[in-house]
């Protein structure tokens, strides 16, 4: 929490931000997620890995299709499949817990 202050201090950006940018990081640790998946992820509410792992697949898939069809501008080409979804969720659930 010191590193992120000190980060946020130096780079002239809230905390706030700065956890914004760990979480996403994170998320990217997972196999298949990119940036534009992270995106994704955020527009459902999935901001961190904790979150991701406590996700049931099917219904986060079913929140990411919908969250991409009612925006103007899809936010990615290529959904997700539910069995990908699945996995995310998987290793989510395997990896160790680094951000606090």
């Given at each position: ?21 760990v ?6 640790r997972?196999q298949?997620?990119?940036?534009q998946?992270?995106?994704?992820l ?17 219904r ?10 009612s ?21 989510a ?8």
């Amino acid at each position: 929490r010191k590193g992120r202050q000190l980060i946020a201090d130096t780079v002239g950006v809230s905390e706030k931000r700065v956890l914004e940018w760990v979480n996403r990081a994170d998320l990217m640790r997972i196999q298949g997620i990119s940036t534009q998946y992270s995106d994704l992820l955020e527009a459902v509410g999935i901001d961190s890995l904790k979150k991701l792992r406590r996700s049931r697949s099917s219904r986060l898939h079913q929140e990411i299709v919908s969250a991409n069809a009612s925006r103007r501008k899809p936010l990615v080409g290529r959904l997700p499949t539910e069995k990908e979804v699945g996995r995310w969720v998987d290793q989510a659930k395997d990896l160790q817990i680094i951000v606090r």
